[in-house]
């Protein structure tokens, strides 16, 4: 049960990083000049913006956490 949640949670970082996928093969570096990777595709940017809210919020809550248990410890 564990690894499967485990599993789905890690699914859905690489999902929202896009990281699956990114490294090119079977000579996937063309020759001359190439567009950046986030004009190729403009749904990077909302993945690169849905990561950073993402990572925020898990701050703001460890943050809120820490706060909430000191002031429950005194």
């Known amino acids: 049960m ?26 996937g570096f063309p020759n001359g000049r190439s567009r950046s990777s986030f004009a190729a595709n403009p749904g990077t940017l ?14 703001v809550l460890a943050l809120w956490a820490a706060v909430w248990l000191a002031l429950k410890l005194l």
């Open 2 to 27: 564990t690894l499967l949640v485990l599993d789905a949670v890690l699914d859905a970082v690489l999902l929202v990083f896009g990281i699956r996928g990114h490294i090119p093969q079977n000579d």
């Open 46 to 59: 909302m993945r690169v913006l849905a990561a950073a809210v993402v990572s925020i919020g898990f701050l």
